[in-house]
């Protein structure tokens, strides 16, 4: 029966559709590789608000592909503030990683501390990374059977460690009685998201898909921990992957706790000024590629990862593009999801540059200004910059490309 995954409200009203979605982590290696494409229609629950994906794609298909889904490049800079906030509540014990990918974070807990670690991963190839460098890891997504099997070998642990996975879960129910499963009594749960609000307020379609199904607010978060047992300690905000926020939280003796429903009207608002909005900025981006060419520029879109994929896709500019630079090793040489382009380094294609260029920055804002001063360095050219991802605003970056455009001529 197609509920919210989150109130188990029956009411959903179709907000908008995105066609055409490439599956943001797959990478291909060749041009005539398989490139799958998905019709996804998003919904809001008229219960509690919560924008989600229903009809979702199984998750076997996305995942199993994908053998560029490590994340161990990212090193965010929070983590030993976030295990710290979790420390300071309980000394380090045990803990389980679910969604422990090529094990970074794992790494950062034995450093803290803890004292048995253990991860779950289902992406094989990210799984095995981290097994290569000594960790213990289950290779599986996490349900009520995997996590009996983990318990019966491993025992329960004090801390359970999810970072950007819940917005990946359709069933949420099972999902945290799984979570529950795996936790001693009173244990902690240290859970962190995309924080997309931002992304709402200024209509970017930047926060939507990576395969991500449901897409929460801090005040949503909140109400799902309480809905499946947990009781919020502390609360941080961090600048990473454009805004995420976090919970150390404890699990309740007795779930579900009953958690009063948030008030979906304010919600509901801002979901229909997001519609509104992101329209407009996938016309203005579109329309300023277009005119940039129609100008003698060459367009270089900086960054293949799966914001900017989705970007591409969206605002349909693949076939206006005519470089694609990553500074990840692993992803160059391989096609962008969604376009007909490699992924190059920088070098590669510097030297076959025209005198103008339009760069879409497809990069975290922190890193904006190095990448600017990098092109700069290597290609001498007059150069009109976009930001594509928040918290810049990409409608106001629209329209200093389109001044910079106009002072070049
Ligand atoms: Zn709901």
Redesign the pocket.
Known sequence: MRQ?C????KDLVPLFKLDSLPISHYLRKKLDDPDPRFSVGFES?K????LQIVDAIPADLIYSQADTYTTGFQRPRHLEDLITTAVARRDPGSAIDVGCNDGALMEALGRAGYTKVVGLEPNAIAAEIARKKGHKVYTSFLDRKSADGIVAECGRFDALYLRHVVEHVSDLGQFFAAVRTLLNPEGLLILELPDVEEGFALGSPAILWEEHVNYFTQALAEYMLGRFGFGVLDRRKYVFGGGSFAFVAQMEAVPPSAAALPDPAPMVKMLQGFVARMQRQKEELSSLVSQARSAGYQVVMYGAAPRSCLMVSVCKIADMIDFVVDDRQDIQDRLMPGTQHFVRPLDKVAGTAGDKVLCLLGVGSENEFKVRAKLEAAIKAKFAFVSLFPPRNTLESVDGARRAIAAHK
């Open positions: 919210c989150l109130c188990g409200g629950c219960g509690c608000g919560l």
